[in-house]
């Protein structure tokens, strides 16, 4: 027996209401997913990079070493040949000046040219002219300076001169000239 | 008053409150976490780049440096880098002396990262001059080269004997090889 004249209608679970509400809390859930893995993402990509930063900073400062080492080194071969190519030009002033303090009625046959001395040995006419004229200057360079003389078979004198500086000496001429320096300098101060 | 819900509209009312509490707990318990710690590598990213930067710019200025004190001491460390050859030695300096005998000594010295190596010398001279140049000429030839004592001027007849030693200066084997890594 019928009731109704009208057909029933299909009743589903899915509601309007229902698909309106899946469809919001869809929606919110995506964006809180997309969220998430995009930061898990980020994160990830930022560990990445700053490892890889870390590495790098490693490797910058193993070539800052290295180019410091390097530059030390080269500082280290300018001051080495410096000091080299100075010593040689002291040597050449010395050995000019060695000559030039041998009178021309002086003949030398043999000059040695040691670290702290000079043996010089020659001929001259008489020991008046080696004294006035070679031994005077050689003393008042060389702290000890020995001389002995045989004759010459022309009537002339063979000599050698055997001279020396004592470093003990020079080291403390040295110290008392700075010292001197500074109570100049103290004076000066004073006075001001 | 009695209000009239159906029960199809608990149960949303329900399932609204139970999805809620799930976006809140999502996002309070992993999101904002996770969004703190992004912003923090940011910072911590961010620094770490500054401090690459500044070693960078260090590195730069330093290797300016280098390629300034290399172009200046050019001469220099070609010298140290050169090995000694008593025969080029001869010929490179035979115009200030009548003769020139070079003698390479066995023994090498190491002095710090330097090698030392002496060499006796015996030459003729006409006048204390051809020395005089002979040493201005050591001071740019292709080997660091000092004069050492003692030296010895002996006259025979119209010539001057010389005979000194000479110190060539190197470089240790063990620097070179972990100094010249450094690559511009």
Avoid at chain 1, 110 to 133: H, Q
Avoid at chain 2, 147 to 175: C, H, L, Q, W
């Amino acid at each position: 027996m019928k009731y109704s004249y009208i057909k029933p209608r299909n009743k589903s679970l899915l509601t309007p209401e229902l698909q309106l509400l899946f469809v919001f809390f869809g929606i919110t859930i995506f964006m809180l997913f997309t969220t998430y893995a995009f930061l898990l993402f980020k994160d990830y990509r930022f560990t990445q990079d700053r490892l890889d930063i870390i590495e790098q900073r490693e490797e910058t400062s193993d070539e800052i070493d290295l180019i410091e080492n390097r530059i030390t080194f080269i500082k280290e071969e300018q001051r080495l040949s410096e000091d080299v190519f100075t010593k040689n030009t002291v040597l050449k002033d010395s050995i000019s000046n060695m000559f030039d303090l041998v009178p021309q009625r002086i003949t030398l046959s043999e000059a040695k040219l040691l670290e702290n001395g000079l043996v010089l040995y020659g001929i001259t006419p008489n020991k008046d002219i080696y004294n006035f004229m070679l031994q005077a200057p050689l003393r008042s360079i060389f702290h000890r300076t020995y001389s002995s003389f045989y004759p010459a078979q022309n009537g002339w004198l063979r000599f050698v001169s055997t001279n020396y500086i004592d470093k003990e000496e020079e080291m403390f001429e040295e110290v008392k000239k700075d010292t001197q320096d500074e109570d100049y300098d103290e004076e000066i101060e004073y006075e001001d | 008053m009695k209000i009239n819900i159906s029960r199809q509209n608990i149960y949303l009312l329900a399932l609204s409150i139970l999805l809620l509490i799930f976006v809140f707990v999502f996002a309070f318990g992993l999101l904002i976490p996770e969004g703190k710690e992004y912003r923090t590598k940011r910072a911590d990213l961010k620094k770490e780049n500054v401090e690459l930067r500044k070693y960078e710019n260090f590195r730069d200025d330093v290797l300016e440096k280098l390629t300034e004190l290399k172009s200046d001491n050019r001469h220099i460390i070609a010298a140290f880098d050169t090995s000694f050859d008593t025969q080029r030695f001869e010929k490179m300096h035979r115009t200030y002396f009548n003769s020139l005998t070079v003698q390479a000594m066995q023994n090498m010295d190491n002095q710090g990262k330097f090698s030392v190596y002496e060499v006796n010398t015996t030459s003729q001279i006409n006048s204390p001059k051809s020395f005089y140049d002979f040493l201005d000429a050591v001071n740019k030839s292709d080997w660091i080269i000092g004069i050492n004592f003692p030296i010895n001027f002996k006259r025979e007849a119209e010539m001057i004997r010389s005979s000194f030693t000479m110190k060539v200066y190197g470089i240790a084997k063990d620097t070179n090889t972990t100094d010249s890594n450094v690559s511009e």
